[in-house]
């Protein structure tokens, strides 16, 4: 009885001084989410990175949006000067602009990245979808551009 009543003064001992077994941050132990995630995803602090990191390893890839003339849309994602060459460019087959640094949000290259896409398909098409990490880097770098 005496070991009962001391095991649960520790247990709510250790519930009120904040139990050092509690998951702060759930998703760092989904490890089946970990796996799914690409290693190749930047930090944000290197938003240097993103047009080789994101765009070209996921979406410049052949039959995409690679710099062959029959790129889908006609978009190169892999040539150099990314951002100078998207920002105000008007997107083919829907509403914006590419890349609009005073509203990152809006940029189609960020709204076709959503699980809804404003139009035509959830980029990229037949793979699977950016992660939250990797779209805030994109929302970065269409803000901040390199």
Sequence with gaps: ???????????IGALLAGCAG????????DVARQESQPSA??????IAGVPTTILGARCATAGCHDASAGSAAKLDLASPQLHARLTGKAATGGAGVLVDVANPEASVLYTKTATLAP??????????ALD??????LRAWIAGGT
């Design 41 to 46: 995803t930047p930090s944000c602090a290197d």
């Design 119 to 128: 139009f035509g398909s959830t980029m990229p098409v037949g793979a699977s």
């Design 22 to 29: 509690t998951l702060d941050d759930p998703e760092r132990y």
């Design 1 to 11: 009885m005496r070991t009962d009543r001391v095991h649960l003064g520790l247990v």
């Design 132 to 137: 939250e990490r990797a779209r805030a880097c």
